[in-house]
């Protein structure tokens, strides 16, 4: 094998290979030896078949598979010669003429081809004991407990009609029908029939309940209120609709006593119980938000900390799948990057800052990974593979056949738990302090880009 590195330019190798025909046709020879005992022809006794006949009927499609193991092998030479570590898999180009093919598949000539790397880069890891990092935590407090308990009751109340011609107060349920219109025109969603709705709960777009306070069974109104800025059809986020309303009923609610029996109707043994079991909840939510925050401070200062080179191909496989998520939520909800007051340019920067970060930082936390050995063990991949077949009801099976089945698929198991397993290794030599803050502050949604990919921590 003759190999010559015709480029190496940051991340980027290209190299020239030639695989002789005489080492192509010894490998072809081996082949066919091993072929020779195995195969049943008509007119040959087992293991009688000549290795020239053999080679005249099944050389040039053996060759072929030789042909690919050669420069598999060749490639990998390449990397171990060099210490090189593959971003990607390879992209060989293959002579274009048919004829020196045909030759070398024959193995009356030598394979000449060309073979374009990008490998990952070199950097060092370091340690991790000058981190920083305050983690954020809150408590689940009795009003926690009593505010949970007040939204259990509220499913369970039961209302009766108020007397005609009294008002709508808060709290109260009002049966309306409706028809929403924008611009003059009626909106997809925006007709509703008997639709029931507790006065104060904001279940309900901002100002619509507030217009209902001291309506009457039988009046008309006209409701004017704005859809919020995230709301989930992007096609009506952050219009304003004109309602026109009939209020066909008002009831008030009937007294609901929290007690011991309300908490055995949701099979407690007693009220504490019922609190206590929500009280572990509200706890464990929060331990949960808390985990999610402290884990976005920490990639935000690794991502602040390290520099290095990126692979173009991995960076580009990562815009693409947020590429093609951003346009597939133009086209269901009807939004233009005009109606997020951006351009299509200034998003695909922004984007691909994001698509920058979640590759520095997957392969950050996979330097990290490989260094302290960390692994996924089998038991671990197995429990996460049943937590996903039970999300699943009734296709446990088929789901636990399909990931069994599918590597890359058990791959995107993995990746996860791996990333979290490094971020704990991490968390364990840095300093964490614990910063109180409220409930509303510990619940707030992160609105810059969170942790990694997983496909590349892993």
Avoid: C
Avoid at 196 to 207: K, Q, R, Y
Avoid at 300 to 307: A, Q, T
């Amino acid at each position: 094998m003759q190999v010559t590195e015709t480029l190496s330019q940051g991340l980027k190798r290209e190299y020239n290979i030639v695989l002789s025909a005489a080492d192509l046709s010894q490998r072809l020879d081996s082949q066919l030896a091993d072929l020779k005992d195995k195969i049943r022809l008509n007119g040959f006794r087992p293991g009688k078949v000549p290795v020239a006949h053999l080679k005249k009927v099944y050389g040039k499609s053996i060759m072929a598979d030789v042909m690919q193991e050669a420069i598999n092998e060749a490639n990998k030479q390449i990397l171990d010669e060099k210490g090189l570590r593959l971003a990607q898999e390879p992209k060989v180009e293959l002579p274009n003429d048919q004829a020196t093919i045909d030759a070398a598949l024959q193995a009356r000539g030598d394979l000449s081809y060309k073979v374009a790397l990008e490998v990952l880069p070199k950097f060092e890891v370091g340690s991790f004991d000058d981190l920083a990092l305050e983690r954020p935590v809150a408590e689940a407090t009795e009003a926690d407990v009593e505010a949970a308990l007040d939204r259990l009751a509220a499913d369970r109340k039961t209302y009766a009609p108020k007397p005609e011609g009294a008002k709508a107060e808060a709290g109260d349920k009002v049966t309306v029908d409706f028809v929403g219109k924008i611009n003059g025109e009626e909106f997809e969603g925006g007709v509703g029939k008997d639709i029931e709705v507790v006065l104060g709960a904001d279940t309900f777009i901002p100002g619509f309940e507030q217009q209902l306070l001291g309506a009457t069974a039988g009046e008309k109104r006209t409701i004017e209120a704005t859809f919020p800025e995230n709301y989930a059809n992007r096609k009506l986020a952050g219009r304003t609709s004109v309602m026109d309303v009939d209020v066909k009923a008002v009831a008030a609610p009937e007294p609901f006593a929290i007690d011991d029996e309300f908490a055995k109707s949701l099979n407690f043994d007693s009220l504490d119980k019922l609190k206590e079991a929500l009280k572990s909840n509200i706890s464990a939510e929060y331990a949960r938000a808390s985990r999610e925050k402290l884990k976005r401070r920490l990639l935000d200062e690794l991502d602040k900390r390290y520099s290095f080179e990126l692979p173009e191909g991995l960076v580009s496989q990562e815009f693409d799948s947020i590429w093609r998520q951003v346009e597939a939520e133009q086209q269901a909800s009807g939004r233009t990057f005009a109606d997020e007051n951006t351009t299509e340019e200034a998003a695909r920067a922004d984007y691909r800052r994001i698509a920058e970060r979640r590759v520095r930082l997957g392969l950050l936390l996979a330097e990290v990974g490989a260094k302290a050995d960390i692994k996924v063990s089998d038991e671990e991949l197995t429990n996460a593979l049943i937590a996903r077949a039970r999300s699943f009801p009734g296709q446990e099976k088929q789901v636990w056949e399909f990931y069994r089945k599918n590597p890359q698929a058990m791959a995107e198991l993995r990746a996860p738990i791996y990333e979290e397993k490094v971020v704990d290794y991490v968390l364990s030599q840095a300093k964490v302090t614990d910063k109180p803050v409220s409930r509303e502050e510990l619940l707030r949604p992160d609105d810059e880009e969170g942790p990694a990919a997983p496909s590349s921590a892993g």
